[in-house]
């Protein structure tokens, strides 16, 4: 059974920055795109960044546009996420996932495969 695995995330202060990892446990896997979406408290699950494994294209929510940037190795089904001048709103829990066969990288229902989550805390 494949898994994927979240890590990296903590508690840091506004301006800090953070790399969180994601890689996958068990066998491997052949998807279409990975990404990221995260879950502030109280709020539904959003998107964050994606990266297309067909020409390495990537995709962002505006709001971290310039201050994200998502990098990822499809043979070894792994995805990073660095997150520079990290804010308060910037605080959730951030999941990443898979997709197997495609869709709109910025929807939940596209992505077949989930981590379990990391806690990303920014102090003010």
């Known amino acids: 059974q494949v898994q994927l695995v979240e890590s990296g995330g903590r508690l840091v202060q506004a301006g800090g920055s953070l790399r969180l990892s994601c890689a996958a446990s068990?066998?491997?896997?052949?998807?279409?795109?990975m990404g990221w979406f995260r879950q502030a408290p109280g709020k539904e699950r959003k998107f964050v960044a994606a990266?297309?494994?067909?020409?390495?294209?990537?995709f962002y929510e505006d709001s971290v546009k310039g201050r994200f940037t998502i990098t990822g190795d499809n043979a070894k089904n792994t995805v990073s996420l660095q997150m520079n001048s990290l804010k308060p709103e910037d605080t959730a829990v951030y999941f990443c996932?898979?997709?197997?066969?495609?869709?709109?990288?910025?929807?939940?229902?596209?992505?077949?495969?989930w981590g379990q989550g990391t806690q990303v805390t920014v102090s003010s």
């Open positions: 996932a898979a997709a197997f066969y495609g869709g709109g990288v910025h929807f939940e229902s596209s992505y077949d495969l």
């Open positions: 990266i297309s494994w067909s020409g390495g294209e990537t």
């Open positions: 068990g066998r491997t896997f052949s998807s279409r795109f």
